[in-house]
């Protein structure tokens, strides 16, 4: 057993000495990745805690905000017109319960005039624009703010309609793909392999395999961004649906496993931004810096904005 270990150990050492020197200095084995934008400041749902979310209200109150980044959601109606909401299902948003799959554009209900905040429990938004936006219509008021969007389901051609809108308002340097599913996204980029994309869930379990394994200097990485949950907030400000995400223990677990600082300044290094979301509280916001997020979303823009002006004044 000794002769083993004495076998093992050396060759062990010497492996963990490098992957730790690599994972602080990854530019000796890859070029860092450049993109068109860099934000420290993105709006979730367009600063959905300020005014209605997803609606151009919204995002035009977090563009004079400050804010670098809008995220949103995509949907298709039944007639093909690419509208920004987060459900599919509009019961939440809107009180009616219909899909945007079986309305044509428009039949689709507006927005109720108070709507809650899903990452702030006991707080809503309210405001003068109830109408649920066309992406197009996006595109063509910020034609340079980057926009992260996610697809959450499995519709070629609301992908390509995506892609088609993108190219056409030459925004493909500073638009985002984004999806927890793996499958979804790898058909997004196969329709459009030059937009930038984040980590899908599956490829975010890998990236951490490969962290604590040691590989992860070794291996490249496509994607631009990693989007993630400040996992502090889960059951403080985001009361999740699934029973599991309730149990302190669960959310202790992902916390002490995913927000490891030493991870975030390599992809950094690596010219991978990382968001961290929903963070609502000047107290997430913080915590998010300090762990070494480039970026924090936020459904608050103008108290993020408040935030950065006042930290950057003390340095």
Not at 200 to 214: A, E, P, V
Not at 260 to 275: M, P, T, W, Y
């Given at each position: 057993m000794s002769v083993l270990l004495c076998l093992v150990a050396p060759p062990l050492g010497l492996y963990a000495l490098i992957t730790k020197y690599l994972l602080k200095n990854p530019h000796y084995l890859h070029r860092k990745k450049q993109t068109a934008f860099y934000c420290t400041h993105i709006s979730h749902r367009g600063g959905s805690g300020e005014r209605i979310e997803s609606t151009i209200e919204a995002f035009t109150n977090a563009v004079e905000q400050g804010t670098e980044m809008l995220e949103m959601d995509c949907h298709l109606t039944n007639d093909g017109y690419v509208v920004v909401s987060h459900d599919e299902n509009l019961l939440r948003q809107t009180g009616h319960d219909v899909t945007l799959s079986s309305l044509n554009l428009k039949d689709v209900p507006q927005y109720k005039e108070t709507l809650d905040v899903t990452f702030y429990a006991g707080h809503c938004s309210t405001g003068t624009d109830r109408t649920i936006a066309l992406l197009e219509d996006v595109f063509k008021k910020f034609p340079k703010i980057p926009i992260s969007i996610e697809i959450k389901e499995d519709n070629h051609q609301l992908m390509?309609?995506?892609?088609?809108?993108?190219?056409?308002?030459?925004?493909?340097?500073?638009?985002?793909?984004?999806?927890?599913?793996?499958?979804?996204?790898?058909?997004?980029?196969?329709?459009?392999?030059?937009?930038?994309?984040?980590?899908?869930?599956?490829?975010?379990?890998?990236?951490?395999?490969?962290?604590?394994?040691?590989?992860?200097?070794?291996?490249?990485?496509?994607?631009?961004?990693?989007?993630f949950y400040l996992p502090r907030i889960i059951n403080r400000t985001y009361i999740p649906e699934?029973?599991?995400?309730?149990?302190?223990?669960?959310?202790?677990?992902?916390?002490?496993?995913t927000m490891?600082?030493?991870?975030?300044?390599?992809?950094?290094?690596?010219?991978?931004?990382?968001?961290l979301f929903v963070c609502n509280k000047d107290e997430d916001i913080k915590t998010a810096f300090e762990l070494g997020a480039t970026g924090v979303m936020t459904d608050y823009p103008t108290l993020l904005t408040s935030y950065i002006r006042r930290h950057r004044s003390q340095n």
């Open positions: 390509q309609e995506v892609s088609n809108m993108v190219k056409r308002y030459d925004r493909e340097a500073i638009t985002v793909w984004a999806s927890e599913s793996s499958t979804i996204m790898k058909k997004c980029r196969s329709i459009n392999s030059s937009m930038p994309y984040s980590f899908s869930k599956k490829r975010g379990i890998l990236l951490l395999l490969l962290f604590y394994t040691g590989l992860l200097p070794f291996v490249p990485l496509g994607e631009s961004l990693l989007q699934q029973s599991i995400m309730t149990k302190s223990l669960i959310v202790y677990l992902i916390d002490k496993i490891k600082k030493s991870l975030f300044k390599h992809l950094a290094a690596r010219g991978i931004q990382v968001h």
